[in-house]
């Protein structure tokens, strides 16, 4: 139902698996979501989906693929570490600015919960996640700048690709 109101009309299996702590949308040729064993309520839950569906509607494993062979191939180049964080953290802010759209500062609020409940489970002990793959957490830097750029009311600007 949450693929048909983002305006997407392929259906994405949604697999829970004990051995992650982040929720992730993976699989380049069959897309599916993956939420960890966390126990979200159903409010936290739609906006985890939202994130995620945001991240296949805007075909950000694509971009998450050729970030991976860049990171491959320049593997002798100190900044593209660098380059590669920048880009995944400034995906993950207009991944935010997408599910915020339409929401209230109440659900401001929950999104921002989920994230930090995320964020407690991250350092449970778990499979890794996969190269092509995007993450509902991101670093202690990155986690307080979405904070204030979710509960924040200024109108944002953001460029897509997709």
Not at 72 to 83: G, K, R, S, T
Not at 91 to 102: L, T, Y
Request: proline share 5%; net charge positive.
């Amino acid at each position: 139902q949450l693929c048909r109101e983002m305006g997407i009309r392929r259906k994405i299996s949604v697999y829970y698996m004990p051995v992650i702590t982040t929720p992730m949308l993976t699989g380049i040729f069959s897309p599916c979501i993956l939420l960890p064993a966390n126990n979200f309520s159903s409010a936290e839950l739609r906006l985890v989906l939202k994130h995620e569906i945001s991240h296949f509607r805007h075909k950000d494993l694509y971009m998450k693929l050729f970030l991976v062979v860049c990171h491959a191939v320049h593997w002798f180049n100190p900044l593209v570490p660098f380059l590669f964080r920048m880009a995944e953290q400034e995906c993950e802010h207009a991944c935010d600015e997408r599910v915020m759209e339409g929401e209230n500062s109440e659900s401001a609020g929950i999104y921002c919960r989920s994230i930090l409940k995320t964020a407690e489970n991250r350092f449970m002990p778990s499979l890794s996640s996969p190269s092509v793959s995007t993450n509902f957490y991101s670093g202690k830097r990155s986690l307080k700048n979405r904070m204030k750029s979710i509960l924040s009311t200024k109108k944002k600007y953001s460029f897509h690709l997709g």
